[in-house]
């Protein structure tokens, strides 16, 4: 039973396999926390084979707010940002259309971790 428990577990918890695509709505409210996102972001990788990498989720702000209402799709450290309210394209451009939007709808890839 033991075995039949755990897996069990697992196909409840593992909805996000490898390189799965995460769609995030978020608002930034400017009566709280000035707006802020509450996310650390950082570009890794060079020219052509760069990605906007979440380095870590604040303690406030619409992405701990989103986390908060949507766990089964939280925003996570070491998702990579594909695409930002429709838009593609290299990873300083998307952090200048993050920064320039209030409503944001994101597309984030999650890779598998070893």
Avoid at 12 to 40: C, P
Avoid at 83 to 107: F, M
């Amino acid at each position: 039973n033991d075995s039949n428990s755990s897996n069990n577990s697992n196909n409840s918890t593992s909805s996000l396999t490898e390189n799965s695509v995460i769609e995030v709505r978020l608002h930034r409210n400017s009566d709280e926390n000035d707006g802020a996102l509450g996310l650390s972001l950082s570009i890794l990788g060079h020219n052509s084979s760069s990605v906007l990498v979440v380095q870590s989720v604040l303690d406030s702000g619409a992405v701990k707010l989103w986390n908060s209402e949507n766990r089964s799709k939280s925003v996570l450290p070491g998702d990579i940002i594909v695409e930002v309210n429709g838009l593609r394209g290299a990873p300083a451009y998307l952090l200048d259309v993050i920064r320039d939007s209030v409503a944001l709808t994101v597309l984030l890839r999650r890779p598998l971790l070893c």
